[in-house]
């Protein structure tokens, strides 16, 4: 029931354009939580982050953990992917990795420039996210739904081009610098 009072008080997320602020800050949306939710599912809001570990252990959440799974799978069809592009070796080890992580990774490989490839890959992460929206919207899932996708869109606008730019050629100047034999992710 207190998933509901909560749930009602948030902003809505959808409609939200690029370029416009969001309506709620991470640090409010934590104090709302903080008064409505139960101590394993607070714990598990406080632990999300975007990125995933290669050996990811549960969090007591299914959709939290189809998040980084999806999210690992990703980043390693993106590590395959650029380790092709510059005849690389990666090890993908005994991971089945969907085909369509590997069409996002190729699409933003062959993106006209960094900034563009960061984009690709974001939409690829929001859609990802998408497919696991809960049915039910006042639901633990929906609230840890709702943290990831606000933590993804803060995500996004902190991207500056020109320093994007700059941090990319930078790492790709140190790989072909030192001939690295494997990418890692």
Avoid: H
């Avoid at 980084?68 to 069809?77: D, F, I, N, S």
């Avoid at 993106?111 to 690829?124: G, L, M, R, V, Y």
Wanted: with cysteine.
């Amino acid at each position: 029931m207190s998933q509901y009072y909560l749930v009602a008080q948030l902003p809505s997320l959808d409609a939200v354009s690029d370029n416009a602020p969001l309506p709620i800050t991470e640090e409010r949306f934590l104090e709302l939580c903080e008064r409505f939710l139960d101590g394993k599912t607070l714990g598990i809001l406080k632990g999300l982050t975007l990125s995933s570990k290669r050996e990811q252990s549960p969090t007591g959440s299914g959709l939290v953990d189809a998040w980084y799974e999806g999210e690992r799978a990703l980043r390693l069809a993106l590590g395959s992917v650029r380790a092709a592009r510059l005849k690389k070796s990666f090890d993908l080890g005994n991971e089945s990795i969907p085909p369509s992580f590997f069409q996002a990774a190729k699409a933003a490989v062959e993106a006209s420039d960094p900034f563009q490839a960061e984009k690709q890959i974001n939409k690829s992460r929001l859609e990802l996210l998408e497919s696991l929206r809960p049915m039910d919207a006042f639901s633990d899932d929906a609230v840890l739904y709702y943290g990831l996708k606000l933590k993804l869109l803060n995500y996004v606008r902190q991207f500056d081009r020109v320093k994007g730019e700059e941090s990319y050629r930078t790492i790709y100047n140190t790989i072909l610098a030192n001939g690295l034999k494997e990418v890692a992710i």
